[in-house]
């Protein structure tokens, strides 16, 4: 159930209703709108008609059902969208936001390049995984704690925040230290350990679809992190598991309108896992900002034929600026922008 309160109410009324929630046995979630705040109420469904007596308070305008299996994640908890901070950059909104750098670091000099050619094409967020989720034991496993310090060293040498992904959880303090944003990759989507004590932080987390998951499922591995009391969750569509082999994964696209539907959580698109091919990428990209994403991720490398993992899908520094200018159009056609000046482009 959410409780919607009218606007401008004040602190001691939201107090009041958070109490209430409270002596009824659900755990209240303040979300607080643009216009409204809302009170949403988890528990158990058996005494949920007991809520709707809040209704009687004359600064509450409704008290309604989430109908949905996600309740926090819901798009009528927060109409207007939410729009989550990562260092001194808003995902959501009008703007749309950039991730891009290596699929993993490398060394000193490869995530300072990569670095340097995101900046310059105009990226928002610098990526790069030290700690790698390999298919291969026998594959190249990331840098692990050196490569998360000089993934942050470098983030900071363009001024950009850093996102990077976490496998364990016992690791999220040196995650929480160096990055500004902890990623959950495809393999982890269900890992609810990892979930749940992502959601006792405030760090912001990018949470990707799992290669097998229904959107509800990731609607709901996004709820085991709202459930626990982090509301900074952005939503990355990465690509199914079909039956097709051309591409490395099938860049489901229509995951897009229809999470944007269900759920007031950004969401960016990963064309780059989406297709596992350099060509499909820009492609892929555009069209998903073109189906309303919030933003897109990418792989870039200083010399993609080099790369130590996933080399093929990745652009290098020019490609990547490239790209920039084709997403500036698309954005204007659809909208949006693209803040942050591109080398070149005023
Ligand atoms: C990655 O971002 O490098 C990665 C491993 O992605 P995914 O979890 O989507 O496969
Ligand atoms: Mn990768």
Known sequence: MIVVLKPHVTEEQIATVVKMVEELDYRAHIIQGVERTVVACVGEERGEHQLGHLESLTYVERVMPVLRSFKLAA???????????????????KRLTVMAGPCAV????????????????GAHLLRGGAFKPRTSPYAFQGMEDEGLRLLEDAGKKVHLPVVTEIMDPHDIDLF????????????????????????????????????????????????????????????????????????????????????????????VADPSHGTGRRDAVAPMARAAIAAGADGIIVEVHPHPDR??????????????????????????????????AAAGVA
């Open 75 to 93: 798009r009528e908890v927060r109409p207007e969208g939410s729009r989550i901070k990562v260092g001194g950059v808003e995902i959501g909104g």
């Open 176 to 267: 929480v230290e160096h990055a500004d944003m902890l990623q959950v990759g495809a393999r982890n989507a269900q890992n609810f350990s990892l979930l749940r004590r992502l959601g006792r932080i405030k760090k912001p987390v990018l949470l990707k679809r799992g290669m097998s998951t229904k959107l509800e499922e990731f609607l709901m591995a996004a709820e085991y992190i709202l459930s626990e009391g982090n509301p900074n969750v952005v939503l990355c569509e990465r690509g199914i598991r079909t039956f097709e082999t051309a591409t490395r994964n099938t860049f489901d696209i229509s995951a897009i309108p229809v999470v944007k539907k269900l759920s007031h959580l950004p969401i």
């Open 106 to 121: 490398e060394s000193k000099e490869q995530v300072e390049a990569a670095a340097v050619g995101v900046k310059q094409g």
């Open 307 to 340: 790369a130590l993992s996933d080399g093929a899908q990745s652009l290098n520094t020019e490609q990547f600026a490239d790209l920039m200018r084709q997403l500036r159009r698309v954005a204007d056609a659809v909208d949006r922008q693209i803040t942050g």
